[in-house]
């Protein structure tokens, strides 16, 4: 079973910066896309931003130029640096990958959220 961990989340004030990081359980498999969500409280869950096995990235509209995504697959592990954070981006932020694995072939795995809260 693969397993991801975010970590990275906490309380910053408005203008600060943060860096998400997913990390994987397990080692022999591909990770295909990664993709960062987030949920406000009481809002639906919205795409942040998204990089494809070829690193080809998109973002919402409301953080570009301030947020990018990463990975390191040798590390298994994927990252989103939030700069010039605003109240607004307050929510749980989720890391979702589709990983292949010779067992279960290529699905979604979901981490668990981190918390990021912006004071103002």
């Known amino acids: 079973q693969v397993q991801l961990v975010e970590s990275g989340g906490g309380l910053v004030q408005a203008e600060g910066s943060l860096r998400l990081s997913c990390t994987t359980s397990?080692?022999?498999?591909?990770?295909?896309?990664v993709t960062w969500y987030r949920q406000a409280p009481g809002k639906q869950r919205e795409l942040v931003a998204d990089?494809?096995?070829?690193?080809?990235?998109k973002y919402a509209d409301s953080v570009k130029g301030r947020f990018a995504i990463s990975r390191d697959n040798a590390k298994k592990s994927a990252y989103l640096q939030m700069n010039e954070l605003k109240p607004e981006d307050t929510a749980v932020y989720y890391c979702?990958?589709?990983?292949?694995?010779?067992?279960?072939?290529?699905?979604?795995?979901w981490g668990q959220g981190t918390q990021v809260t912006v004071s103002s």
């Open positions: 979702n990958a589709n990983i292949w694995t010779p067992d279960h072939g290529s699905r979604d795995y």
């Open positions: 397990r080692t022999f498999f591909v990770i295909n896309t």
């Open positions: 990089m494809s096995g070829d690193a080809n990235t």
